[in-house]
């Protein structure tokens, strides 16, 4: 039962539960920031581990069966990555368009980037910069906008917990690592959703690639390089939705009014969480014509028709209304389905020029340079061709095997020894009676010639001969006569012994 303590609402001690989309979870969520700060209250949150669904409605669930399947095609893709980007990319965007599983996002988030390759090849230059001190001027700022992001996500909800803790650790990396560029609030955002899905050292070399390689400049002293973006979008608008565009035109609503925090954040202040995670799925593969797509969308939702125009007479209302989205264009099924306007990467790249000269000639050159804007992960990948070890999978989880002792080590290698030799060891082999008997060998009594076949001649040199013979065996008589009671067997292995006249073997 609820309670009122000093003016506030108060609720029976409990451990966070996850309300899923199926069923609520009663086991504590052990670990979270709520319960080891000692939050006394009882929450619900979401599969995202936002506390009562902070961030809009949920995505629909995929079929059990349908996600496993879809997990096993991104492990073969991911076990396989450069063959997969090269010879079959169209089959990669299409399954980040269709949504990466769950489970795999944090990973195939890290390849799509390239942050991946990145780590591999700065092995330990995270962990340097982050045991630095860092520039004080840029710590205090970090400290300030650290309770700021997602305060409803049960990774950030308390003040040192090991989610703010770890999105310090990587703003003040980076201001470390770019120091020319320092920090910038929009950047802490899109570390809080790198955080989300991967460790810290993970997250800063995701954070890098998105500064240096989807949105160059973007967070750059001056911020000119959003301010080009604003204008590209403009000119795109006028082809997409003339009506918007001429509306905006009239009141002279400049784009850096509106999209700043679009552009800059990649919507993950503005959408509802299922619909910034697959805008992000698509925005790592495809590149910055993602987040055009999408605001382009937004505009022509709000602003494309007449009857939409009549509501907003004016700037004040105009911007009220942008500010204002209403939900059902910013739902995941909508914007996935409305996001495919046709505005590719060379038509980005067009406007860019074309308002890059605009802006030499009535402000001059810009004061940073970014470096060139990397239009989706197989550019990247072509730019900076990885090595074979830099795309091996790591396991996440790694068993210590306790080394055995020199003893331990010895008496396996005599036990193996001993099987060897007791394996070479001949198997007695039961005696098989010889069918072929030879002359020499000894025959009972009982045993007679076989009579000659009837019918046959028997020439005379052949009789002469068989008399010799016979006369020859009666004057030599055997010397080891068999006893009547002997068997067989034991003859035949008499005759199998012999060495003397042994024709049969």
């Not at 630095?132 to 309770?147: A, R």
């Not at 125009?309 to 911007?319: D, N, S, V």
């Amino acid at each position: 039962m609820d309670k009122m303590e000093n003016g506030r609402r108060s609720v029976d001690t409990g451990s966070i539960r996850t309300l899923s989309s199926s069923h609520i979870d009663d086991e504590s969520s052990l670990g979270s920031d709520s319960e080891i700060n000692g939050f006394a209250s009882e929450r619900q949150t979401d599969k995202y581990g936002f506390i009562g669904g902070a961030l809009g409605a949920e995505a629909a669930d995929i079929p059990p069966a349908v996600l496993r399947q879809r997990e096993v095609k991104w492990l073969d893709m991911l076990s396989h990555w450069d063959k997969w980007m090269i010879k079959r990319f169209n089959k990669v965007r299409l399954r980040c368009q269709k949504g990466i599983p769950p489970a795999l996002r944090g990973r195939a988030w890290l390849y799509l980037s390239g942050g991946k390759v990145k780590r591999e090849q700065n092995q330990g230059k995270f962990q340097e910069l982050d045991s630095q001190p860092g520039d004080p001027k840029w710590l205090d700022v970090i400290e300030k906008d650290l309770h700021r992001q997602f305060p409803f996500h049960e990774m950030f909800v308390s003040r040192g917990g090991h989610g703010q803790k770890d999105l310090f650790r990587v703003l003040k990396a980076y201001t470390l690592y770019r120091p020319e560029e320092g920090y910038c609030q929009a950047q802490a955002p899109i570390a809080a959703v790198l955080l989300m899905h991967m460790p810290a050292e993970d997250a800063f070399w995701g954070l890098v690639q998105i500064c240096e390689k989807y949105l160059p400049g973007y967070y750059s002293p001056g911020l000119e390089a959003i301010q080009l973006d604003g204008e590209i979008l403009f000119a795109l608008l006028r082809r997409v939705s003339p009506p918007a565009f001429r509306h905006l035109e009239k009141h002279k609503i400049d784009p850096i009014l509106y999209m700043t925090e679009w552009f800059m954040c990649a919507f993950s202040r503005t959408l509802p969480w299922a619909s910034v995670l697959r805008v992000w799925d698509m925005f790592l593969c495809d590149g910055v014509k993602i987040i055009f797509r999408v605001g382009l969308v937004l505009l022509k939702c709000m602003l494309g028709t007449r009857e939409k125009l009549k509501a907003c007479q004016g700037q004040y209302e105009t911007m009220e209304l942008l500010r204002a989205i209403e939900p059902r264009y910013m739902q995941e099924g909508f914007l996935v389905r409305e996001v495919r306007v046709p505005v590719t990467a060379r038509d980005v790249e067009r406007e860019h020029h074309i308002q890059l000269k605009r802006w030499k000639k009535n402000r001059g050159e810009l004061n940073f340079k970014p470096p060139p804007r990397m239009h989706g992960a197989r550019i990247i990948m072509l730019a900076e061709p990885p090595r074979r070890q830099d795309l091996q999978q790591n396991p996440t989880i790694v068993l210590e095997v306790p080394q055995t002792t020199p003893q331990l080590q010895k008496g396996k290698e005599e036990k193996k020894s001993k099987k060897k030799k007791s394996m070479k060891k001949s198997q007695p082999t039961e005696e098989i009676p010889n069918p072929y008997p030879l002359l020499s060998d000894p025959q009972s009594s009982s045993t007679e010639p076989p009579a000659p076949p009837p019918g046959n001649s028997v020439t005379p040199e052949a009789a002469a001969q068989t008399e010799t013979d016979s006369a020859g065996e009666q004057k030599t008589p055997p010397t080891d006569l068999p006893s009547a009671k002997e068997s067989t067997l034991q003859r035949s292995t008499q005759s199998l012994s012999s060495t003397e006249q042994d024709t049969y073997l």
